[in-house]
């Protein structure tokens, strides 16, 4: 069994900064991406950032040059740094990683974590 536990979340004012981590626990083979979405009040869930195992990021449009994603493979851990945090990225942000564990035999799934509120204020 896997689990995703998130921490991090808060209230903060316009301008500042949160930083968000996931860790990873369980029957662990690897983990390939990581990645942090967010879903809004009355929105669809989005891709915020995504960390490839191998090096790659890729981040929505909105938050380019706000937030980096970090990942610490040895701990299967995930990072969110956010900066210059504006109201409109008020959401629940949701932990995601595509793992590969090992149960009589090999298998690959996409595992959730069960969200942390961000709230901006102006």
Known sequence: QVQLVESGGGLVQAG???????AASGSIVSINAM??????PGKQR????????GGSTNYLDSV???VTIAR?????TVYLQMNSLKPEDTAV????ADIRTWSGGYAVKAYWGQGTQV???S
């Open 16 to 22: 500042g900064s949160l930083r968000l981590s996931c």
């Open 35 to 40: 990645g942090w979405y967010r879903q809004a």
């Open 46 to 53: 989005e891709l915020v950032a995504i960390s490839i195992r």
């Open 64 to 66: 380019k040059g706000r």
């Open 72 to 76: 610490d493979n040895a701990k299967d």
């Open 93 to 96: 942000y949701y932990c995601n």
């Open 119 to 121: 709230t901006v204020s």
